[in-house]
């Protein structure tokens, strides 16, 4: 019952007895309890530590228990008091840490330009991507100019996107057209699309870029060597041209969906897709085929995208129809 005030339970239960028999000896005590009379010395220790009990004044070498309002109320006081210094104790530990990232920041901010940032190695680089990646809130946006990507650069991508996607934030990227010949990266993209993301490809690309929240970018310091360190940005002119850079990149680009070889594109169409195509072309809206098919309408619009690159289409009742005139459904 007590617990909560260090107050183990084979010491409650000594208590409650004493309070019950005031003159039981340790024998007693023992045998009411069930408990080794060594056990019953170490509670009634305990309960002497905790000022539950107290020598009796009329009989001398017996012992009394403190009224529980007045024994168990001082416990919580004792409580209540070193709770007050452990936060005391906290605060200040907070505002020493505070004080500690206040120096820091001016010291940074006193070696370096406060719209740029320069990064020097490859784990300041990722310490700052996984900063700007947990306090981006609205959208992330990025050219990934270098093909093929290797197996611990996307092991080391996933986490971070899948946690930036769960926080619903918009995420564009556009690779190289390239990677449509590199199953493990063209894999990767198609999991980004899946997990909600959207990726384009591009015949050529400006150097690697990141954008957050359009108000900060990293960009490298030498396009040709990412080892040599990145910038960051703060700039608003900057950044903004950077935001409109990739806008037009991004209206020329073509859906990852559409990317892939033509042997991919003519592979047999999944029942989920066959039913698609037939509801598309009988006219059915989004919201209907999604309901349809027990999908999110993002879900169904992404495969409808999909299916119209594959096809040529041009609108998704064309999707429809094509697919019916070459014999992809029935």
Known sequence: MFAELGLESKAEAVYWEILKAP??????????LRLDPQEIHDCLDELGRLLLIRPSWEAPGEVRAVDPEVGLASLLARQEADLLRQQKRISASRAALEEVIAEFQHTKQGRQDPDVERLTNID???FKIEALAAKCSSEIMGFVPSGAQTAANMEASRPLDSRVLGRNVRMRTVYLESIVNDRPTLDYARWLVDSGAEVRTAAVLPPR????????AIV??????????ALLLHSTGVVSALCDL????????TPVEAAAPA???EKELTPQEAAILHLLADGHTDDTIARKLGVSVRTSRRITAKLAAQLGAKSRFQAGVL??????VR
């Open 23 to 32: 003159g039981a000896d340790v024998e007693q005590l023992a045998d009411r």
């Open 124 to 126: 300041s680089i990722r």
């Open 209 to 216: 870029m990141v954008i957050y929240d359009r108000r900060t």
């Open 220 to 229: 490298p310091l030498d396009p040709e060597t990412t080892q040599a360190g």
């Open 246 to 253: 990739f806008e037009r990149v991004w209206k020329a680009a």
């Open 263 to 265: 042997t991919e594109q």
């Open 323 to 328: 697919a019916t005139a070459r014999g992809w």
